[in-house]
């Protein structure tokens, strides 16, 4: 989600997406009209959904020059939070300050599916400075640094040490959002916000819906990760079929952690100057990096003091979210970055992740490389079964080691040695399955070619009762191991991103994969808009809506405002 990651810059990298088959003229307005993906018939038609009318994509919402669109979140009222991440710093006071907010007036799930699109805004223009959403209005209920009358000491985004009383930095990147609710018509709540920076944080916001259909926020609070030594770059998440926010740890160093007490080491995502803030963090200790780049679960989320659990069990990587299915033991996990891997968890027992087997995705490709075409059968391959507390006892094997023990060259951590004699020959424990997730799973021949894998999500209740039997995916860009001529994906190159589907099995395995929005055109010459205006770019965050329309979010420098859609593969 980052636009700082190393591995791509937000001027350059941004992907747009228009429909897989142009049915259609794309009406300037923002609704692409009678158009979409799979059309009357296709790949993604054949999991059952009734797909007779084209599918359909409208512009709902976008958000000021140089900002993403984060944490998008559904209450099961039709409530939509959002957050304006890092938006540009000289757009005036105080839209120059990230938000995080929620739209009024407005029942999400109960959106006209003819509603009137949105225009995007033109090039320096009033709206083009602002967030405008098609029905309703945005709410801001608090801005970075905002100290929310004295609730929040540091204010909203401030980076504060294990001790809670120095404040290390102050972060523009509110990313997930969870809504708790705390009364049966779920009108008052907690909203847990995840700060996604080096270290990471989050807070809970108090709120209270008020007559108007407004929101009053009553208290804030940091919530305090000292008890896990801390968070590092908590990106997307979701929510528990129990009850509990999972905020994701999106270390992109996570197969690199070889340089982790490199202090030459600039480049990363987090870099040598992050791991040293992290040491600031922890009181002067150099951190573990084994204890960075999991699933964490926000457990008592409703008192005084909620109570954080790192999750080793499903592996340490660049985890942008993780999705529990209804069966509540099955879970899927995305990776964000460059050739990297998709994760699926089967825990032990319901409603405890402590404890399970973790999978990786082989994928065959049908026999074409046409973007809007191909799909893939899925395999799983099983990496290893642990406990968060026998990982605890791998992970404590490398405390102790700090700068002075860099050596250019080699690594004072897990040896790709180890990891390939551990693969081949079935030696040493299953350490690396949790604790070099993506080495290991390239060692027992999964697929690891993914490119920028995003935000991955379901509607619970339509999953449950099969009248939404699917899975979404954001694949915010189809390159590099994604489109090159090996492996197990070849496809073509599309700068503009796809929007994958994955039909639910009645055990909740999927083993098929297909595209269901795909971007593109895109014109490298283009001064702004390298992507169309006419559909979406770079694809981030998903919801899925109780009907099945899909919420689409952007991360994107291919649009000169990002935006917000509605994809509703049914076609109205």
Not at 44 to 59: E, F, M, V, Y
Not at 191 to 220: C, N
């Amino acid at each position: 989600m980052k636009s700082t990651k190393p591995s791509f810059a937000r001027a350059t990298l941004s992907v747009a997406i228009v429909s897989a088959l142009m049915l259609g003229g794309c009406a300037d307005d923002g609704d692409l009209g009678p158009q979409g993906p799979q059309g009357e018939q296709g790949p993604a038609g054949q999991d059952g959904q009734d797909l007779t009318k084209p599918a359909r994509l409208s512009r709902f919402a976008t958000v000021p020059v140089g900002a993403e669109v984060t944490g998008l979140f559904k209450t099961d009222n039709g409530e939509l939070f959002f957050n304006v991440q890092h938006p540009a710093d000289d757009l005036p006071a105080p839209e120059n300050d990230a938000a995080v907010g929620v739209v009024t007036g407005l029942d999400i799930d109960a959106l006209d599916e003819r509603f009137e699109a949105i225009a995007a805004p033109a090039s320096q223009s009033a709206e083009s400075q602002t967030t405008q959403a098609a029905v309703g209005s945005y709410q801001v209920l608090g801005r970075a640094d905002d100290t929310l009358a004295g609730a929040v000491p540091f204010g909203l985004g401030g980076i504060i040490n294990a001790a809670n009383d120095t404040e290390l930095k102050q972060s523009q990147d509110p990313d997930f959002n969870a809504f708790i609710p705390s009364s049966a018509d779920g009108s008052t709540g907690y909203l847990f916000t995840a700060w996604e920076d080096r270290p990471g944080s989050m807070t809970r916001l108090s709120l209270a819906k008020a007559a108007d259909g407004t929101w009053d926020v009553l208290d804030g609070i940091n919530v305090n990760f000292a008890a896990v030594l801390g968070t590092m770059i908590n990106c997307f998440g979701s929510v528990s079929p129990w009850g509990t926010p999972l905020t994701s740890e999106e270390n992109y160093e996570a197969e690199n952690t070889a340089q982790w007490n490199n202090p030459a080491y600039t480049s990363g995502y987090p870099n040598y100057a992050d791991v040293s803030l992290l040491k600031d963090y922890l009181g002067g200790t150099f951190p573990n990096p084994y204890n960075y780049g999991y699933i964490v679960e926000i457990t008592q989320p409703e008192a005084a003091a909620p109570v954080p659990v790192k999750h080793f069990t499903l592996g340490r990587s660049a985890h942008e979210n993780a999705v529990v299915m209804p069966d509540r033991k099955t879970v899927y996990l995305t990776d964000d970055g460059t050739d990297k891997g998709f994760y699926k968890f089967v825990a032990d027992n319901a409603n405890d992740l402590s404890s399970g087997t973790l999978y990786a995705a082989k994928l065959m490709q049908d026999a074409t490389n046409d973007v809007s075409k191909a799909g893939f059968d899925i395999e799983w391959i099983e990496l290893g079964s642990a406990s968060n507390a026998e990982i605890a006892t791998w992970i404590a094997d490398y405390d102790g080691i700090d700068e002075t023990d860099y050596v250019e060259g080699a690594t004072s951590y897990i040896a790709d040695a180890e990891i390939t004699d551990w693969a081949t020959n079935g030696t040493g424990d299953d350490r690396y399955a949790f604790l070099e997730t993506l080495k290991a799973a390239q060692a027992k021949g999964a697929t690891t070619e993914f490119r920028k894998m995003e935000g991955i999500i379901i509607n619970y209740k339509g999953a449950a009762n099969k009248t939404v039997p699917f899975m979404y995916v954001a694949m915010s860009e189809v390159a590099r191991g994604m489109s090159d001529d090996s492996g197990d994906i070849q496809l073509e190159e599309n700068r503009c991103g796809v929007v994958y589907r994955f039909g639910l099995e009645a055990d909740y395995n999927v083993v098929r994969m297909d595209p269901a929005v795909v971007g593109g055109p895109y014109d490298s010459t283009a001064a702004s808009n390298r992507c169309s205006l006419d559909s979406i770019s770079n694809p981030d965050n998903l919801l899925v809506l109780d009907d099945g329309r899909v919420v689409i979010g952007e991360d994107t420098g291919n649009h000169e405002n990002n935006m917000i859609w509605i994809y509703n593969p049914s076609g109205e």
